[in-house]
């Protein structure tokens, strides 16, 4: 994940985190005041929520989310039916970038948790 803050150097963090919001590892980029784990936690929340919705319209499953505020900029990636990996960066950071980054990391990290 070190990889990716590197790529983009607006991210504030990175994190692998379990359907339950508990982070299994984390990466942090450039400072700020808000409190993303927290934030972070409820952003997987939405996530389980959209899928949900999305099972029960039958439209497929949800491979990623992403949510922009005035503040940040946030994906969320499925990595295994367990785990998610998110990243929030600067408003200004060039979200496609980052959802590429996310796309080539998932499966890599899918691999490792499953050794």
């Given at each position: 994940?070190l990889e990716?803050?590197a790529a983009?150097?607006?991210?504030?963090?990175?994190?692998?985190?379990?359907?339950?919001?508990i982070?299994v590892?984390?990466?942090s980029?450039?400072a700020?005041?808000?409190?993303?784990a927290?934030y972070?936690?409820e952003?997987?929340?939405?996530?389980?929520q959209v899928?949900?919705?999305s099972?029960?319209?039958?439209?497929?499953?949800?491979?990623?989310l992403?949510?922009r505020t005035a503040?940040?900029?946030?994906i969320v990636?499925?990595?295994?039916?367990?785990?998610?990996?998110?990243?929030?960066?600067?408003?200004?950071?060039?979200?496609?970038?980052?959802?590429?980054?996310l796309?080539i990391t998932?499966?890599?990290?899918?691999?490792?948790l499953?050794?």
């Amino acid at each position: 994940m070190l990889e990716v803050t590197a790529a983009l150097p607006e991210t504030m963090l990175i994190t692998l985190m379990d359907r339950d919001g508990i982070t299994v590892d984390t990466a942090s980029g450039a400072a700020t005041d808000i409190d993303l784990a927290s934030y972070l936690v409820e952003v997987t929340g939405a996530f389980s929520q959209v899928e949900r919705s999305s099972q029960q319209l039958s439209t497929g499953p949800v491979d990623e989310l992403v949510l922009r505020t005035a503040n940040l900029s946030t994906i969320v990636r499925r990595v295994t039916d367990e785990y998610l990996l998110a990243l929030s960066m600067k408003p200004e950071g060039n979200t496609g970038k980052a959802r590429y980054w996310l796309r080539i990391t998932a499966p890599k990290l899918a691999k490792e948790l499953a050794a």
